[in-house]
């Protein structure tokens, strides 16, 4: 699986839009991009993933450049339950596979 | 309901015992996961159960020992503790196909060796 960069940490105005962004110049064709975040002491969620379109789901939309070596997670209207620590995950889509975590962004949302 | 659920929810233990972690979901899924979240926050995926066969072994210790009795049940039993086993461990699981991109996770299970 590729590797992927992201910032340690990231702050935000609780309201306005949170963007996370996520290197993974190493991607291969046929990997996907994935986003969890995992909220204090509870376990990672899923959030939302792609191949190459731009995607949007009730949680947030997720932007990958045409080159695919980086994408972005937003989130429109970040809230205070938002903070949470963010990892982009890069790995094929074939059928059940492990997720290989990295340090991830630790998204503070300020009120 | 609870999709993935995880007992004990706390384990405080002497090193060198004996203790099993439960998980269970309820979801009809058909692969299930342990990873392990260690004091530095780092997720690994120790092991990964499809129609109850192992299908990945991360190079765990064989004092771990996963045992699936059903699609649904996923449980840890770790044997002759060490500190270095205090962590928190989360189950998981997903589908094998469709929405096979989704992992759900359970609330996790707090291990800690004395």
């Known amino acids: 699986d590729a590797k992927t960069t992201q910032p340690t940490s990231m702050d935000c105005a609780e309201g306005r839009a949170a963007n996370l962004p996520c290197n993974h110049s190493t991607i291969s064709g046929n990997e996907y991009v994935y986003w969890y975040r995992q909220i204090h002491s509870q376990g990672p969620q899923y959030i939302i993933h792609?191949?190459?379109n731009n995607e949007t789901n009730e949680m947030a939309s997720l932007i990958i450049t045409e080159d695919r070596k980086s994408s972005t997670l937003i989130l429109p209207h970040a809230t205070l339950r938002d903070t949470a620590v963010y990892y982009c995950?890069?790995?094929?889509?074939?059928?059940?596979?492990?997720?290989?975590f990295g340090q991830g962004t630790r998204l503070t949302i300020n009120p | 309901d609870t999709a993935v659920s995880q007992t004990p929810k706390y384990l405080v233990t002497q090193m060198g015992n004996d203790k099993s972690i439960k998980c269970e979901q309820n979801?009809?899924?058909?692969?299930m996961y342990w990873y392990k979240q260690d004091s530095k926050k780092f997720l690994k995926i120790m092991f990964s159960y499809n129609n109850k066969e192992l299908i990945i072994n991360e190079t765990v210790p064989n004092r771990f020992s996963p045992k699936s009795p059903d699609k649904a049940h996923l449980n840890l039993h770790i044997n002759s503790l060490e500190l270095g086993d205090s962590a928190v461990y989360f189950c998981a699981s997903s589908l094998t196909s469709g929405r096979a991109y989704e992992q759900f996770f359970g609330p996790g299970t707090r291990l800690t060796v004395l």
């Open positions: 995950i890069v790995r094929v889509d074939q059928g059940a596979q492990k997720l290989v």
């Open positions: 792609g191949l190459k």
């Open positions: 979801l009809g899924h058909d692969t």
